[in-house]
T-cell receptor, first 115, second 113 residues
Framework: DAGVTQSPTHLIKTRGQQVTLRCSPK?????VSWYQQALGQGPQFIFQ???????QRGNFPDRFSGHQFPNYSSELNVNALLLGDSALYLC??????????????FGEGSRLTVL | AQTVTQSQPEMSVQEAETVTLSCTYD???????LFWYKQPPSRQMILVIR??????QNATENRFSVNFQKAAKSFSLKISDSQLGDAAMYFC??????????FGAGTILRVKS
């Protein structure tokens, strides 16, 4: 049973560029959430996708956008990268909102470095 | 606003001994979930233990147990018989059913042999 998988694991971008991160949820899960974890800090909620729609959003600018596909996989896009966007981006999946016990299953993350 | 506070940036414990990590939270909700997650250097966040707020009994998972004080909004994690593999960053987290997780800043746990 595959867990949550994310790609790429590491990437380096320069300021102003755009990046796309990808996530495949755990088998049987249809809800995907994205978190940003700056070095030495706790993860911060970016947004949650369910039934291909953004259901909740954290305090992140519009430069952060996402998408969920019919197979429940998801992408996180960040435009006009800033140095402060350097972080570990975590994808987490869970069962549907009506079956959700609150527990999230996390991937290993994508480490983004912006130079 | 819902917040989670971990007041211990770093803790150390001798192998085979017991350590307690502290967590307090702030919420106006009456029904919610609390979690302790472990993040080893490999980065993958792993659930250690979960507590439903409506349950008075403290959750236990093998060597891990919690002390849940709902009125005080306190949720500490006790690790008994500490092992080298317990060394990691530990995060306390809170959620209302189906919603986002709110994490604390984390506590680095070091285990000495």
């Amino acid at each position: 049973d595959a867990g949550v998988t994310q790609s790429p694991t590491h990437l380096i971008k320069t300021r102003g560029q755009q990046v796309t991160l990808r996530c495949s949820p755990k088998s049987g899960h249809d809800t995907v959430s994205w978190y940003q974890q700056a070095l030495g800090q706790g993860p911060q909620f970016i947004f949650q996708y369910y039934e291909e729609e953004e259901r909740q959003r954290g305090n992140f600018p519009d430069r952060f956008s996402g998408h969920q596909f019919p197979n429940y996989s998801s992408e996180l896009n960040v435009n006009a990268l800033l140095l402060g966007d350097s972080a570990l981006y975590l994808c987490a999946s869970s069962p549907g909102l009506d079956r959700n016990t609150g527990e999230l299953f996390f991937g290993e993350g994508s480490r983004l470095t912006v130079l | 606003a819902q917040t989670v506070t971990q007041s211990q940036p770093e803790m150390s414990v001798q192998e085979a001994e017991t350590v307690t990590l502290s967590c307090t939270y702030d919420t106006s909700e009456s029904d919610y979930y609390l979690f302790w997650y472990k993040q080893p250097p490999s980065r993958q966040m792993i659930l250690v233990i979960r507590q439903e707020a409506y349950k008075q009994q403290n959750a236990t998972e093998n060597r891990f147990s919690v002390n849940f004080q709902k009125a005080a909004k306190s949720f500490s994690l006790k690790i008994s018989d500490s092992q080298l593999g317990d060394a990691a960053m530990y995060f306390c987290a809170y959620t209302v059913y189906g919603n986002k997780l709110v994490f604390g800043a984390g506590t680095i746990l070091r285990v000495k042999s």
